[in-house]
């Protein structure tokens, strides 16, 4: 089933002169697909993903998700869908350092209202220990190791069970050994929930791991690629 589905989508930086970012960038993504988009710095992957995010709403074309076009749609609407749907995992994992683990976690279900407190205090243990993490809960981000503060990161990602995991290089700031947990707890997501992950990245054994790649050059996609013989 096609849950992302994006059609011709160009971009303009207006500074210092205008300057097309992205070419007419159109591809459609599987629900439990997992996902890497690859290509040298400034090919415009990331504005990409930006745009796929819905946090970029100045581009032309049209993008759907889960069958509801969210091109045209109000700030507002597409936060609340971002909240539902969406989960986010940045290379710098933007914890909270006075809260804990734990409280970091709870956030996005917090600002959801979907259930109580103490449901979301359950489903947050859940997700922590997802990621091997529930004995640091009640430890501050700040008292974390970057590899420990990337795991939350991801269980925060996770809270409100979204459709997709949208990653900006997960693994861009983490050794060898911490990039393959991450690798390892998105490939799980893949198989055992269906959620889709879609992620930019520099890492070429992150990329290979995955079920396709999608090359950028200077705003085109010019290769797609399925590592393994996982066509």
């Known amino acids: 089933m096609t849950i992302l589905k994006a059609s011709n989508i160009r971009k303009y930086f207006a500074q210092p002169e205008k300057f097309e970012v992205l070419k007419g960038v159109s591809f459609d993504v599987q629900q439990g697909e997992f996902l890497s988009i690859v290509g040298k710095s400034g090919c415009g992957k ?6 796929l995010s819905t946090m970029d709403t100045d581009y032309e074309g049209t993008m759907e998700i889960k069958g509801q076009q969210l091109t045209g749609q109000g700030q507002n609407e597409l936060a609340h869908f971002r909240n539902e749907n ?3 995992v940045f290379q710098f994992h933007y914890l909270l350092p006075e809260f804990t683990a734990l409280q970091n976690v709870m956030m996005p279900a917090l600002k959801l209202g979907r259930y109580s407190k103490e449901e979301i205090e359950q489903r947050a243990m ?5 990621v091997d993490m529930q004995d640091y809960a009640l430890k501050h981000a700040s008292r974390l190791s970057g590899g420990q503060q990337q795991r939350v990161a991801i269980a925060r990602a996770l809270v409100n069970d979204p459709a997709i995991i949208m990653g900006d290089e997960p693994t861009g700031n983490l050794d060898k050994n911490n990039s393959q947990k991450v690798f390892d ?11 889709t992950i879609i992620t930019v990245t520099h890492d070429p054994d992150f990329a290979n791991g995955s079920d396709r790649i999608i090359e950028m050059e200077d705003g085109n996609i010019i290769g797609t690629h399925f590592p393994k013989g996982k066509h």
């Open 86 to 88: 969406l989960g986010f």
């Open 46 to 51: 990331s504005t990409l993903l930006y745009i």
């Open 126 to 130: 859940q997700k922590l220990s997802m």
């Open 185 to 195: 707890i998105f490939r799980e997501l893949t198989i055992t929930n269906k959620q």
